[in-house]
């Protein structure tokens, strides 16, 4: 029979064997003559089935179909009545003579034959198991491969398309649709077991900065708005939320709002920096007048609150000293408060400064001109730190655990997405990594990992201990713009310009990396909504311990402040 085949014929029957044969061995074996038979005839044989066909078409046990045997038609006309008959039996088995219930009615009106149906029926039952293997996929790859070569030869437009890489990407699509999908619903069994209840209280205009306060256990929350005012409440009482207190002395915008165990501690827009006291907060204890220009950070020395260093718009840093002062100013229910003047005018920067840092040797400033410089507390300039490629907006100084042990860090992050470890002491770098592609919006730190969102709507988890991106947080569609970490649980809360915040879990991801040393792709836990403006700031409140978490309160910029509480 073959004799009598044309040259034509000929290569159509190899082009089909060359489909069949996956491992290119010039041989059909069981798995292949399976596939065969589901993709071509429509029917799923078993093993024994298989072994039986193969034994009839090659007229012997145990040995493969080669393309003699294959391009004998008899062979294929042996397979194709093989299964016929299986496919016969199982109708009689599959619909019994009597009358079929409603929905198989139903199902008929959209599947005609038997055949089909009965077919549709074992994929469905096999589906999550069969997707999983490219054994099912390569044939109709292949073809359509073939299509797809054949197209381009004809109009040179289309590029060829490879099995495997074919196959994966469909894979991955069909696993994110897959786990987008069981995402949403575990998000809201978390969200149900998690979050006990949301709240909000609205304002009179735009808010800037939001922070915590813990008073006799009970946490407050410290909101500063655009007109130079700061509300205290307390987030549990939910009836009226009324403020317990309002620090109104600045005339512009709040920029920042620090909390010591003595004092609050708030900056302008108008020049000026404000001390409050926290048992008596009507009025400001100092007031700090120096810059000339809007003041833009704050902070204290490490383990003395009565030392200031101020930063400004005029590109200059101030410092301060409260202790000498403090004895003389005793009347805090009048506004009879003390001016202090400014100690040692730090002169350097090009442009605003951003953050500040103080130790007791060392006073670090960073600034939007990319650079951070190093001072000693006689206002001496000792070293300007450079390479980054971006403006300066998040700095900490912090002790990270590296595989040789606790280490002292100043980690800086820039608008050009990279994180860098500088040496407090000697201002050497340590380390240096790009982690975004777009500007970094905001950082937390614990001892191993660093934590950092962007606006690529992305957030990163850097490992110290490895050097490396560990994992990816996905589940904002926009900018973030805040991050929060809380280092007993491994669990990050992030803000962003799409109206929520999202609460990840990171433990399995640090013990993933260990093992493969590939950076994880981490879904939400689930989701905090409710606002319907932007979150522009965003802070974790933990309980007098400082370690269970108890509520995450953000502001937006609808006027309005978000509360939820966990269970």
Known sequence: ???????????????????????????????????????DLGYFPSDDEVEDMMTRATGSKGTGLDFEHFKNKRALAVIRQYTTERIAEQQTRFYPRRQPPNNLKLIFQFVQDLTTLQTLGWVCKQWAEISKHDMFWEPLLRRRRRAEQMRQQAYGMLPAINVRSGFKVWYMGWLRDHADELGSRLQEENYKKEVKKASCSHHTCGLTVVRTWVKDSTVLVLTGDDKGTVQIRDPTKTAEREVLSS?????????????????IITCSDDCATHVWAKDAPSFPKFTLTGH?????????????????????????????????????????????????????????HSMKITVICATPERIFSASTDSTIRM??????????????????HCMQLRQLVSASGPVDCLISSC??????????????????????????????????????????????????VTESNVALLKG??????????????????????????????????????????IRAYVKPLYCLKGPKGAITDMVLQHDASGQKWLRVAAICNDKTSHYWTMK
């Open 247 to 263: 620090l109104s002395e600045h005339d512009a915008a709040i920029n920042e709002i620090l909390v010591t165990p003595s004092f």
């Open 292 to 348: 000339t220009d809007a003041v833009t950070a704050v902070t204290v020395l490490e383990g003395d609150e009565n030392t200031l260093v101020t930063g400004s718009m005029d590109r200059n840093l101030l410092t301060w000293n409260l202790k000498q002062l403090a004895a003389t100013n005793k009347d805090t229910a009048s506004r009879n408060y003390t001016q202090v003047k400014a100690g040692l005018k730090l002169t350097g």
């Open 375 to 392: 001072w000693d507390w006689k206002g001496k300039s000792l070293a300007t730190l450079t390479g980054h490629t971006g403006p300066v």
């Open 476 to 517: 904002h569609d926009s900018v973030v713009r805040g991050v929060q970490v809380d280092a007993a649980r491994n669990r990050v809360v992030s803000s962003g310009d799409d109206k929520m915040c999202a609460v990840y879990d990171f433990t399995n991801a640090l013990a993933q990396n260990r093992e493969t040393k």
């Open 1 to 39: 029979m073959t004799a009598n085949m044309t040259e034509k014929e000929l290569d159509e029957f190899l082009e089909r064997f060359e489909t069949w044969d996956l491992d290119g061995d010039g041989f059909l074996n069981d798995e292949e003559l399976r596939l065969l038979c589901q993709d």
């Open 415 to 464: 608008g050009g997405g990279v994180l860098k470890g500088w040496h407090p002491d000697s201002g050497k770098i340590w380390f240096s990594k790009a982690v975004h592609s777009s500007p970094i919006m905001s950082m937390a730190v614990t001892q191993e990992v660093i934590i950092t969102c962007a606006t690529d709507s992305s957030i990163n988890v850097y490992s110290v």
